[in-house]
């Protein structure tokens, strides 16, 4: 109303004041309703959790990331055939769980039966969020270590067991202690082998973490043609945009 309402005797025009639902007066009688009962609302039942209920969510998700991580350093299965309570092996996972809590009175108050139904962390859906959440951090912790140095790829592509074409990426570069390192970044997905192909995931992959084609001072692949061809090949569509990208021969010698 922007002139005034005069018209009180009339009820059908509360009604077009009132308007539907969705209406400019429901939703702010709505939002009044709201600030004026925020200790009732959804958020707040969210965060009425004890201290102790935090702590214990805490115990819980620390002790399956140790799981996970020492399964992930040595390449081992997460899921067994049988998983429920009366198998005798019921995966790598939950039975590295259960002998992790073995003498540690603070992890067994908090897993398993005793970990609330919906909140037990070790669904496989948890586990590969998990997974991914340590990877990322993983990746965060090379780029830091890399900082605006150069740094070398070396590439190979090859088909997973589902025949779909995976490229991986490795990085090799000089750390601030003077070392040289060559850390995994990342696989991915490719629709061909083309040189094309390769070279624009390449670049898609370094675009996505922070890094640059013009940093490149060194390339290493394998010997087919699609990667090292003298005239199509992925080294030289790589070297005729960064002329020091090196072939990994002269790896070391750009390096100083």
Not at 5 to 29: C, I, M, P, Q
Not at 84 to 110: K, P, Y
Not at 117 to 130: F, G
Not at 154 to 160: I, K, S
Request: one cysteine or more.
């Amino acid at each position: 109303i922007g002139e005034g309402f005069r018209t009180w005797n009339k009820l059908k025009a509360f009604d077009d004041h009132v308007g539907e639902h969705n209406s400019y007066h429901n939703r702010a009688k709505n939002s009044s309703d709201l600030l004026l009962k925020q200790a009732r609302g959804i958020e707040a039942a969210l965060f009425r959790q004890s201290d102790q209920a935090k702590r214990d969510y805490r115990i819980r998700l620390v002790a399956s990331l140790d799981c996970i991580r020492w399964l992930v350093v040595n390449g081992l299965s997460f899921r067994g055939h049988d998983e429920s309570a009366t198998s005798s092996n019921r995966g790598n996972f939950l039975q590295l769980l259960d002998f992790h809590a073995l003498g540690r009175e603070d992890v067994q108050r908090v897993i398993g039966r005793n970990a609330p139904k919906n909140l037990q962390l070790t669904s496989p859906k948890i586990q590969r969020d998990l997974i991914h959440a340590m990877a990322c951090e993983t990746t965060k912790k090379i780029i830091v270590d890399i900082g605006n140095n150069v740094f070398c790829i070396l590439v190979d592509e090859t088909r997973d067991i589902s025949m779909k074409e995976q490229m991986a990426i490795v990085l090799r570069y000089v750390n601030s202690d003077g070392c040289v390192m060559e850390r995994f970044l990342c696989t991915s997905h490719v629709r061909n082998t083309k040189a094309l192909t390769l070279k624009k995931e390449i670049e898609a992959m370094l675009l996505k973490h922070g890094l640059s084609m013009s940093m490149i001072r060194g390339q290493g692949y394998d010997g087919a043609s699609n990667m090292k061809g003298e005239i199509n090949g992925l080294k030289t569509l790589i070297l005729a945009q960064n002329s020091s990208a090196y072939t990994f021969n002269a790896l070391l010698i750009n390096f100083n």
